[in-house]
């Protein structure tokens, strides 16, 4: 069974600074993912992490994965209050193909000013 | 863009109703899921279907059915709504393999109420 575990599950960050988010999961997956939900609305995707050592960054957020460790991580750097979220990250059970994703608790990010 | 559409975005019921979450989906995606959404737990699956007419249990199927007799559309039966089941329920969709970085794309979701 595939589990996954996110900390911490609340953060409360300045602006301007820079934290990391840590994912960890349980078995071999194949793909890991990382998604973004606004208070009162849906989940939204912000990577795709397909292989050992892949590293995606969008703006002020950074991905990565390692699979030996099976561990990924969502950099933040230099946080600014429109990052203020919760972070979900989400894998699949090593040779699935239906994409059924295991979430882990979620991260609730919180930037002061 | 994807467009996964709930049928509501609240709904409020009494225990032991049957309730019908609705979803559709209009990007012609092989697969479909639902998922609960409660504080701490993160999402959970509770069914996924692969196929028209083809379903699979999630890791929290008790106390809920599904039905899939159209490719875009997707539906969870509470077959006698409890209290227990108060919560938020996502609907997704995906490509089937063939986009092998395919992320979930999801509804809004429906904030169910049972009371």
């Known amino acids: 069974e595939l589990k996954v575990e996110q900390n911490p599950l609340f953060l409360s960050m300045q602006e301007g600074k820079n934290y990391t988010i840590y994912c960890n999961y349980s078995t071999t997956s194949d793909r890991l993912y990382w998604y973004r939900q606004d208070p009162g609305k849906s989940l939204e995707s912000l990577f795709v992490l397909l292989s050992n050592g892949a590293v995606k960054q969008e703006g002020r957020l950074m991905a990565s994965l390692d699979t030996k460790a099976r561990l990924s991580t969502l950099h933040i750097t230099a946080a600014v209050h429109d990052l203020s979220a919760t972070y979900f990250c989400?894998?699949?059970?090593?040779?699935?193909?239906?994409?059924?994703?295991?979430f882990g608790q979620g991260t609730i990010l919180t930037v002061h000013p | 863009d994807v467009k996964v559409t709930q049928s509501s975005r609240y709904l409020v019921k009494r225990t032991g109703e049957k309730v019908f979450l609705e979803c559709v989906q209009d990007?012609?995606?092989?697969?479909m899921f639902w998922y609960r959404q409660d504080p701490g737990l993160g999402l959970r699956l509770i069914y996924f279907s692969y196929d028209v007419k083809m379903k699979e249990k999630g890791d929290i199927p008790e106390g809920y059915s599904v039905s899939r007799e159209k490719k875009e559309r997707f539906s969870l039966i509470l077959e006698s709504a409890s209290t227990n089941q108060t919560s938020m329920y996502l609907c997704?969709?995906?490509?089937?393999?063939?986009?092998?970085?395919?992320?979930?794309?999801f509804g809004n979701g429906t904030r169910l109420t049972v009371t």
């Open positions: 990007m012609d995606h092989e697969n």
């Open positions: 997704a969709s995906s490509l089937l393999g063939g986009s092998y970085n395919s992320p979930l794309h």
């Open positions: 989400a894998a699949i059970l090593g040779g699935t193909s239906y994409g059924k994703l295991t």
